[in-house]
T-cell receptor
C-alpha cells in the first residue's frame, strides 16, 4: 500500500476512444502530478496540480486533459490518442512546504499501463 | 535547466557483492537529490533523499548515497546486494520552491546467483 492508488492498472484503447485514468491519494498531500514513463526515456512530467490549481503543463498535447476536483483526486482524460502515447502513466503526490525550507519527496502510485491500438 | 545523467543503462551484480550506481546532475544552485526504485509493474518508491547537511545519506533497504558537490554526483551504494534488489533505479533532482522533479533515464539492476 503506497498511499497513492491508480485505476485501472491496465488499459487498452482504440484511437477513437475516450477514457479516463484515476488517481487517489490518501496521504493528505497538497500537490499531485501526472508523469509519463516510456521505454528508454526519462520520466516526463506532464502536469502538476498544487492546491487544486494547475501550476505546470509541460507542452502536453490537448488529447490529454487533466482534472483535479479536490486535493485527493486527480484524473487524466484521454481522447483520440496515438499509438506513441502507449506508456506507463504514473500519478504522484507530495506535501509542498511553501516556506521553501523543505523539499518533499513524491509518493508514486503503481501506474496505469496504457496501450493504444 | 536542471538535468540528471545516469551513465549505466544496465548493471549486473552477483548476489552478496557490493553495488554502486552512478548519478550526475546539472543544476546551478544547491540541488535536492533523490533515489527511487521501481520493481517490475510497480510505481516508484523513494530510497533516500538529500536536502542539506551530512553528505552521506542513509536510506531504506540498506542503501546509502553520497553527495559530492565537486563532482556533481550523488551515487547510490549498497555493501551487499540481495536478489530482491533487482529493479530499476532512478536518480532525480529537484529545486527549492519548485514542484518539478527531473529524472534520469534509470539503471536496470540484475542480480545473478
Amino acid at each position: 500500500e503506497t498511499g497513492v492508488t491508480q485505476t485501472p492498472r491496465h488499459l487498452v484503447m482504440g484511437m477513437t476512444n475516450k477514457k479516463s485514468l484515476k488517481c487517489e491519494q490518501h496521504l493528505g498531500h497538497n500537490a499531485m502530478y501526472w508523469y509519463k514513463q516510456s521505454a528508454k526515456k526519462p520520466l516526463e512530467l506532464m502536469f502538476v496540480y498544487s492546491l487544486e490549481e494547475r501550476v505546470e503543463n509541460n507542452s502536453v498535447p490537448s488529447r490529454f486533459s487533466p482534472e483535479c476536483p479536490n486535493s485527493s483526486h486527480l484524473f487524466l482524460h484521454l481522447h483520440t490518442l496515438q499509438p506513441e502515447d502507449s506508456a506507463l502513466y504514473l500519478c504522484a503526490s507530495s506535501q509542498e512546504d511553501r516556506s521553501g525550507v523543505d523539499r518533499a519527496e513524491a509518493f508514486f502510485g503503481q501506474g496505469t499501463r496504457l496501450t493504444v491500438v | 535547466a536542471q538535468s540528471v545523467t545516469q551513465p549505466d543503462i544496465h548493471i549486473t551484480v552477483s548476489e552478496g557483492a557490493s553495488l554502486e550506481l552512478r548519478c550526475n546532475y546539472s543544476y546551478g544552485a544547491t540541488p535536492y537529490l533523490f533515489w527511487y526504485v521501481q520493481s517490475p509493474g510497480q510505481g516508484l518508491q523513494l530510497l533516500l533523499k538529500y536536502f542539506s547537511g551530512d553528505t552521506l545519506v542513509q536510506g531504506i533497504k540498506g542503501f546509502e548515497a553520497e553527495f559530492k558537490r565537486s563532482q556533481s554526483s550523488f551515487n547510490l551504494r549498497k555493501p551487499s546486494v540481495h536478489w530482491s534488489d533487482a529493479a530499476e533505479y532512478f536518480c532525480a533532482v529537484g529545486s527549492e520552491g519548485n514542484e518539478k522533479l527531473t529524472f534520469g533515464t534509470g539503471t536496470r539492476l540484475t542480480i545473478i546467483p
